[in-house]
């Protein structure tokens, strides 16, 4: 249930999504597709102010975790359908100058994508509060919608080329 993002890159990372559904930055599946530009603008500038933040400070890269969850909240968790944004996870993970490319392994064969597509992409994680077993452990959507019928599925491992 872990997909390596390996490479060209710095620091290659192993993600985890079977934790994510506790994660802050999970985003529910029917409210993936509609975030404004402001709020993706909003939400760049969280970003950097994070990122100068961690290197100013010096801070662990720990991710946000709910740390209290009301029990009506855990139940709505573990019902609903979540997506988690991947920019993320490539940019902890440094990809080095010169990579334009990710080849995503699935169990099927690779689907060779755009190192700004994937960056720019979702992957669902759990559907009805549960990990995705059949067809996981992910599946990976456009932030545009633009594949929301026919995602990538049984994706096991991220090359970056």
Excluded: C
């Excluded at 999504?17 to 404004?36: C, G, L, M, N």
């Excluded at 709020?39 to 975790?65: H, I, M």
């Excluded at 990710?102 to 099927?108: M, N, S």
């Excluded at 996981?136 to 633009?146: E, M």
Aim: without cysteine; charged residues 30%; hydrophobic residues 35%.
């Amino acid at each position: 249930m872990i997909v390596p993002i390996t490479g060209n890159v710095t620091y290659p990372i192993t993600l985890d999504p079977t934790v994510w559904i506790f994660d802050d930055r999970k985003i529910e599946f029917e409210h993936a597709f509609q975030y404004s530009t402001e709020t993706k603008e909003e939400d760049e500038l969280e970003k950097a102010s994070e990122r100068f933040n961690r290197e100013v400070y010096q801070q662990s890269a720990k991710p946000p975790v709910n740390r209290s969850i009301k029990k009506f909240e855990r139940e709505k968790i573990l019902q609903s359908t979540y997506v988690m944004p991947l920019g993320d996870f490539i940019d902890n993970a440094e990809v080095k100058p010169g990579a334009e490319n990710a080849t995503l392994a699935t169990e099927k064969g690779e689907v060779v994508i755009s190192l700004e597509e994937l960056k720019e992409s979702y992957f669902l994680f759990a559907r009805d509060g549960k990990p995705l077993t059949e067809d996981g452990p992910v599946h990976l959507y456009f932030q545009d919608g633009s594949n929301k019928e026919n995602p990538i599925k049984n994706i096991i491992k991220i090359i970056i080329n």
